[in-house]
């Protein structure tokens, strides 16, 4: 079965960058898309980011469009999500999950733990 585990997650000033990481194991990553998600207290989950198995195709939230950049290495079986440009809105839990389809747009099947983004002052 395949696990994922976020990792990159801290605090940061506004304007601050992070890079997130999704390590995969159990089964290899290039069969999936991945998707990063985010869940701030008290508001719903999110959809932040999207890529395909190849890595040739990416989709963004409007609300992180030119901020953030999906990347993967299926070679390391890792998906990386750098943050740029960072807000106070985009404090949240951030979650990797994988889609068995290979299809953005289909359901996610493996989720991960999260890793805490905190951006304050």
């Known amino acids: 079965q395949l696990q994922l585990v976020e990792s990159g997650g801290g605090f940061v000033q506004p304007g601050g960058s992070l890079r997130l990481s999704c390590a995969a194991s159990g089964f290899p990553l290039y069969y999936y898309a991945i998707g990063w998600f985010r869940q701030a207290p008290g508001k719903e989950r999110e959809e932040v980011s999207c890529?395909?198995?190849?890595?040739?195709?990416?989709s963004y939230a409007d609300s992180v469009k030119g901020r953030f950049t999906i990347s993967r290495d299926n070679a390391k079986s890792t998906v990386y999500l750098r943050m740029n440009s960072l807000k106070p809105e985009d404090t949240a839990e951030y979650y990797c999950?994988?889609?068995?389809?290979?299809?953005?747009?289909?359901?996610?099947?493996?989720w991960g733990k999260g890793t805490l983004v905190t951006v304050s002052p």
């Open positions: 890529i395909s198995t190849s890595g040739a195709g990416t």
């Open positions: 999950a994988a889609a068995v389809s290979g299809n953005c747009h289909g359901a996610m099947n493996y």
